[in-house]
């Protein structure tokens, strides 16, 4: 079974995968602006470059990455807003 094109509900039903209704509605080049950032624990978003990974601490969401140099640094989610971000890479 591959798990990039069947899932466990294609091989019961013996329907190739192809045949699977399509996902629509999901923009994975998401920007600040059109959209609010992930709210999931560990979400991945970039900026500039950077991956940045969501921890939630007590009511105190943060964004934790590096800079260009390797040290950590953490943004809140408006600072995260402000410089920008999407879901993918660029």
């Known amino acids: 079974m591959s798990t990039t094109t069947e899932t466990r509900q294609d091989l019961a039903t013996n329907r190739p995968a192809t045949e699977r209704p399509l996902v629509t509605g999901t923009d994975e080049t998401t920007r600040s602006g059109s959209e609010s950032l992930p709210t999931a624990p560990c979400s991945v978003v970039w900026s500039r470059g950077h991956a940045y990974v969501?921890?939630?601490?007590?009511?105190?969401?943060?964004?934790v990455g590096v800079d260009d140099r390797g040290r950590a640094v953490e943004f809140s989610c408006a600072d995260l807003q402000r410089r920008g971000w999407s879901r993918r890479a660029n």
């Open 54 to 63: 969501l921890e939630l601490i007590v009511n105190r969401p943060r964004w």
